[in-house]
């Protein structure tokens, strides 16, 4: 976490990264993608990580 900032300006960025993650979700929906998955972390092992979306195209599947 940078501890350079105050809680209300990290509060401020998450809320602007949440919207930005519905508005691409959103884009990818109504590109006819399907959005099956939202903020999906991988915990174990040595890959630690998160995906903010993951979508199916039906299409290509």
């Known amino acids: ?3 350079s900032r105050t809680p209300s300006e990290l509060d ?3 809320r602007i990264g949440a919207r930005g993650e519905d ?3 959103a884009h990818l929906a109504d590109l ?3 959005v099956v998955a939202r903020n999906w972390r991988q915990r ?3 890959v630690r990580g ?3 979306v993951i979508a199916l195209d ?3 599947a």
Do not use: N, P
């Open 23 to 25: 508005v691409a979700a």
């Open 1 to 3: 976490m940078d501890t």
């Open 44 to 46: 174990t092992g040595e």
């Open 58 to 60: 039906h299409a290509t």
């Open 50 to 52: 998160e995906l903010d």
């Open 12 to 14: 401020r960025r998450a």
């Open 32 to 34: 006819g993608l399907e």
